[in-house]
């Protein structure tokens, strides 16, 4: 009886050594990568007939697929573009087998020079206006005072700060609502900017 226990106990591990094995068996076939908000599922040749699922972070089952792999690798795109940006689980089923990955989707950062200038303008006074420009990425902005009316130039100056500035300015002969200060950063991005 006892040895009846043993080989019953030696082949369960076996058996359960073979299943780790089959599940790296199919982690080595399959790769899950987020571009993004596009997942991709890369089933490699050998891994047969599969089912392919993604959940959100509830565990939601969002899309399920079933797909054979023949001699070719197989990619598997999912379009996540009107998804929120997070953690997404994608489960490979094969047979016995079973993967689960966990990846992130995110969103693609927009140059510098497509993101509007962030310049903002506010009357302290008769005779001071403030300037404030943040998000900087390269020093250089153009500061032009213009007569609201005549488009004539006031007063005009260069400020190397690479991030951001806030600077006053005092006001000769004109008010705030008389004039408007145009601002051009290195990128040629503008922005004019009225005070009332």
């Known amino acids: 009886m006892k040895t009846l226990f043993t ?3 030696a082949g369960a591990l076996s058996f359960s050594s073979l299943a780790a094995n089959a599940a790296d068996d199919l982690m080595s076939l399959s790769n899950v990568q987020a571009k993004f908000k596009t997942v991709n599922v890369l089933l490699k040749e050998g891994v047969g007939e599969a089912k392919v699922a993604i959940f959100d972070h509830t565990g939601r089952k969002l899309h399920q697929k079933k797909v054979k792999v023949g001699t070719q690798d197989l990619i598997i795109p999912y379009n996540l573009s ?3 940006c997070g ?3 994608v489960k490979i089923t094969t047979g016995d087998e079973e993967v ?3 990846v992130a989707t995110f969103d693609k950062q927009k140059p510098t020079e497509e993101l509007p ?3 903002y303008g506010k009357k302290i006074d008769d005779g001071t206006i403030n300037l404030t420009v943040v998000g900087l990425d390269e020093p250089g902005v153009d500061v032009q005072i213009r007569h609201g009316v005549t488009n004539q130039l006031i007063f005009s100056e260069e400020i190397q700060e690479s991030e951001g500035f806030r600077k006053n300015y005092k ?5 705030p609502e ?3 200060v145009k601002v051009t950063d290195a990128h040629g991005r503008s922005k004019a900017l009225y005070f009332e």
Request: glycine share 4%; charged share 20%; aromatic share 18%.
């Open 7 to 9: 080989f019953a106990l």
């Open 82 to 84: 009107q998804m929120p």
């Open 87 to 89: 953690e997404y689980r």
């Open 100 to 102: 689960v990955y966990e």
């Open 117 to 119: 200038l962030a310049a």
């Open 171 to 175: 006001l000769k002969g004109v008010s």
């Open 178 to 180: 008389e004039v408007y």
